[in-house]
């Protein structure tokens, strides 16, 4: 959610039983603000919150003037000193999918991982036990990294893409009408698009290439993993990822109010399939 | 425009004032004749378009008069050199206006059509909010050459205060091959021609809808003048789109409701009765109270919320007065054991009518379904406490059916999500008894039993009543609060877990909180049946035993090495303001806080515990045997053709070798009675 609707937007995310505490809110609005002038960000988002054992990790996201560019994120254990996470890298994934549990909350904790490797001296090849240490910060990296990639949602019209290229956020963008709202298609993942181009020409003809520069929701897999609600009678839609349980998008239609957080322990819901 | 040469401001003011006169001369004919008349009321539109829609900041009219001046003056440092053709230098001049109006280059007439000087020394104050009626009195009125065109009448409305300001302006809209080209031919006529089929050409209304291009882009530029957003070229496409959709989907009538937004005015409604009743109370309260005052209820507390794919539910914790609900169970029960009786009685004609067709009748099975065991009376154990949920408040409050052991088993066994319909029916495997209402009940029960917790020494056990050994081992099961609990500090309560204490109890695997032999009840039901054998097939079940009441935090069972529990102070910066909290990492999202002597448990979440393995699913159990294995029902092949004749030459040859043993018995029987 932007920074600087942030107590708003707090509000209204708040149906699924995640909030922040007074004090927690006021030091984020102070320290994000900071942020925003040091990093010399266009926009701040507050990502969420990652539940650990010991400590939690709140999550900030920088972005720069294009919206679907490179985003930096930062993480601070007490709402007021950030610190740059470096950036998600396919083999830190590939690593830290291993992993599994509940975060520590302590960001220089290792995870030992037991790995068999292959090692050959001289004309023997033998197996070895070898122990691998995982940083949590880098799994911490590859989670926030895995779930804007999976998760992070935004309706359509909210941005729109100019011919030059970089993507801004449209500032006549009055919000998705009602019946819109209810509708998976309305929304797309913030994310560069990859089944965009897999897509048939008859389809990509209703499409407008100002607007639909994204996935949308319908084809997600699988089919149900998002739950949209609508509160308070219809003025506020609430949509709850059921793949990353703690992520919650809302938006209050025909307003421009909109804005997804995470609060949660990072761990993906494996079991979904079954749930449904 | 600005650096015009100073050697013509002398010529150019020169024909300035031969200009004012003719202008004032052709005001005069203009506003005595309404229609279209010649070139110069097109070059006055046009010059006072140009002076007229100001740049979207501010100081609008100053700059434009100095261009439109500056027209003269260029037209005049034409005019110098010769009266010759002027299409070469206004064509020169367009790129140097960059995105002046195309009417601008219109407003390019020949010199003895002055432009109307009379309007550059209005200030810029002028061009503020547009205020036509100033200009008017001195002005030309173009609205009856707009109103003339038949296509505009409906559009008076849209065009608002701009009655004087052409609102085709801007021309960076306007094709840019227009102009230059076509602006061939000096006289006024074919121009004036030129310019009306330009006109028509926007007017010509769209294939899709009744909206012609004029009439968006006035439709557009008025929305931008209104609004005065900042940049507005970069946001330009949008808006474009912006006012077409407005256009497409016109709002709705003030006078009638907005269908769309009619659920919302009627959940407002029906949460205004709450708030009507007290001051300063929350919302659960007040629904609470509702609660209490439709049931007979003597304690109600908000358990929390669980989230549905669909719809959510809040979930109240409730007690009954004494004597108030157990009707309604007796009558249950009866019901249930008729039916029982009923399905002996059929048993039992089934059963005589067995033994006449026996040999007809298939084998019959030898499974037989495990005993069940019977549910928990009310107020104790897992049912405790009577739930309502309600899926937003304001709505009706429905009351869960108590729970029975073999849902508490069953649920323990699947993960489902809820989707907040309370018949809704969960498919599953192992199949779940009952339907959504039910297994939220089972979910509830195993939560509050996992999750309820209070400060050490909040509870304690009410007086010493006879020793433990005659309610089987299981312990105590009532509690009542401490009058002199004195609150335990929060940094002690946030840094040891012994300070907490469960104070509802464990649910044993069997699904009750007291243990209870399933056999002895089969031994009930084998006196009113017939068949016996059923007792020596059961299998020895044991005592369960699980922890007792009011045991500390300390000792809950580790999740693989992760702690069951995490506490927080809720506000690290000031501590002597904080309440402690903790939070359950086994059922994620349920959370305890206590300050001072009070002290709370809530939980908000998707109602299913943690485990970090995935979730497996039972696997079905393997194949039964049909039926005994038995010499009548074996199958056996049937013999062949060999072997019936080997068999009967078998019996041949005994027979045989009998006869003579009977004759050689017979001769010796003779022989002796010979002898």
């Not at chain 2, 769309?260 to 659960?284: C, V």
């Amino acid at each position: 959610m932007d920074s600087e609707s942030l107590l708003l937007s707090l509000e209204l995310a708040s149906g699924s039983g995640q909030g922040l505490s007074p004090d927690r809110r006021a030091s984020l609005l102070t320290s994000l603000l900071l942020v925003k002038r040091d990093y010399r960000y266009e926009r701040v988002l507050f990502w969420g919150r990652i539940l650990g054992l010991v400590a939690d990790y709140y999550i900030a996201q920088g972005l720069g003037e294009d919206q679907l560019g490179e985003r930096k994120s930062l993480y601070s254990l007490n709402c007021m000193e950030w610190s740059l996470l470096p950036p998600a890298t396919e083999e830190m994934a590939a690593q830290t999918a291993v992993v599994k549990g509940r975060f520590m909350g302590d960001p220089s904790h290792e995870y030992e991982h037991i790995e068999m490797q292959r090692m050959t001296e001289g004309d023997r090849t033998y197996e070895d036990e070898v122990v691998i240490q995982i940083k949590e910060e880098s799994r911490l990296v590859s989670v926030i990294d895995q779930i804007d990639k999976a998760v992070a949602i935004i309706p359509r019209g909210a941005l729109f893409k100019t011919p030059f290229g970089p993507v801004h956020v449209n500032r006549t963008f009055e919000g998705l009408t009602l019946a819109d709202s209810k509708k998976l298609s309305s929304y797309f993942h913030f994310v560069e698009p990859v089944e965009l181009k897999n897509k048939s020409l008859l389809e990509k003809a209703d499409l407008d290439p100002s607007l639909d520069f994204m996935d949308s929701l319908e084809h997600d897999i699988p089919k149900g993993s998002w739950s949209i609600q609508m509160e308070r009678g219809n003025a506020l839609v609430v949509l709850r990822s059921l793949l990353w349980p703690g992520l919650t998008f809302y938006h209050a239609p025909r307003t421009k109010n909109h804005g997804y957080i995470y609060v949660g322990t990072g761990e993906k819901n494996i079991d979904l399939p079954f749930m449904l | 425009m600005e650096e015009q040469p100073q050697d013509e401001k002398k010529s150019q003011s020169r024909r300035q004032s031969l200009e004012t006169r003719e202008a004032q001369d052709r005001r005069r004919t203009l506003s005595q004749t309404p229609s279209v008349t010649g070139p110069t009321d097109v070059s006055a539109r046009g010059s006072r378009g140009s002076l007229g829609a100001p740049p979207s900041r501010g100081s609008p009219g100053l700059p434009l008069s100095q261009k439109s001046s500056g027209a003269p003056g260029s037209q005049g440092s034409l005019g110098a050199p010769g009266e010759e053709a002027t299409e070469g230098k206004p064509m020169e001049s367009v790129p140097q206006m960059g995105s002046q109006s195309l009417h601008h280059l219109v407003g390019f007439v020949p010199s003895d059509v002055s432009m109307p000087e009379t309007y550059a020394p209005m200030g810029g104050s002028q061009f503020g909010p547009y205020q036509p009626m100033d200009m008017s009195s001195d002005t030309f009125q173009p609205e009856p050459l707009l109103s003339s065109s038949s296509y505009l009448e409906e559009d008076e409305g849209s065009h608002g205060p701009y009655t004087i300001d052409d609102p085709l302006f801007r021309g960076s809209y306007m094709e840019p091959s227009f102009g230059p080209l076509d602006y061939e031919l000096p006289e006024p006529e074919p121009r004036e021609l030129m310019i009306q089929n330009a006109k028509a050409y926007l007017l010509k209304t769209s294939v899709k809808c009744d909206l012609s291009l004029y009439e968006h882009l006035v439709n557009l530029l008025t929305k931008i003048l209104n609004e005065r957003p900042e940049d507005p070229l970069a946001i330009l496409e949008s808006m474009n789109r912006t006012v077409q959709q407005d256009w497409f989907h016109k709002k709705l009538d003030t006078l009638r409701d907005d269908p769309e937004m009619q659920p919302t005015y009627e959940m407002a409604e029906k949460q205004k009765i709450l708030f009507l009743r007290g001051a300063g109370e929350g919302e659960q309260e007040m629904e609470e109270e509702m609660l209490v005052e439709q049931q007979p209820v003597q304690k109600c507390r908000f358990w929390g919320k669980i989230l549905g794919l669909q719809r959510n539910y809040l979930v109240a914790e409730v007690e009954f007065r004494e004597g108030e609900e157990e009707e309604e169970e007796e009558e249950a029960e009866e019901l249930v054991e008729g039916a029982g009786e009923g399905m002996e009685g059929r048993g039992e004609e089934e059963g005589e009518e067995d033994e006449e067709k026996d040999v007809d009748e298939p084998p019959k099975p030898t499974w037989k379904p495990p005993p069940v065991i019977p549910r928990e009376d009310s107020r104790t154990g897992a049912n405790k406490y009577l739930y309502f949920v309600c899926n937003e408040p304001g709505r009706p409050w429905t009351k869960l059916p108590h729970v029975t052991p073999a849902q508490i088993v069953n649920a323990r066994k699947i993960k489902k999500f809820f989707t907040g319909h309370l018949d809704t029916p969960i498919v599953s495997y192992p199949p779940f008894p009952g339907t959504e209402a039910s297994y939220l009940r089972a979910q509830i029960a195993r939560i509050s039993a996992g999750t309820q917790i209070s400060p050490l020494g909040f509870y304690q056990f009410g007086e010493e009543e006879g020793d433990e050994e005659e309610e089987g081992g299981a312990g105590r099961d009532s509690y009542e609060e401490n009058p002199d609990f004195e609150g335990i500090p929060v940094a002690e309560l946030v840094d040891s877990l012994a300070n907490w204490v469960h104070h509802t109890q464990h649910i044993l695997p069997q699904g009750r909180c007291t243990w209870v032999n399933p056999n002895q009840k089969s031994e009930e039901e084998e006196e009113l049946g017939e068949e016996g054998e059923k007792a020596d097939e059961l299998e020895e079940v044991e005592q369960e035993i699980g922890p007792p009441l009011l045991t500390p935090l300390s000792e809950d069972a580790e999740i693989l090495q992760l702690a069951p529990w995490t506490a927080r102070l809720s506000c690290p910066l000031c501590p002597q303001y904080s309440v402690a909290m903790i939070r359950s990492n086994l059922w994620p999202g349920a959370y305890a806080y206590a300050i001072g002597r009070k002290f709370e448990n809530i939980y908000i979440g998707w109602g299913h515990k943690y485990s970090q393995e995935n979730f497996n699913p039972t696997l079905p159990p393997a194949v039964q045997t049909e039926y005994v294995i038995g010499p009548e029902t074996m199958e056996m092949a049937d013999p062949t053709v060999e072997e019936e004749q080997a068999l009967k030459a078998a019996q041949e040859q005994a027979l045989a070798a009998a006869e003579e043993e009977e004759e050689d018995e017979e001769d010796e029987e003779d022989e002796d009675a010979d002898d």
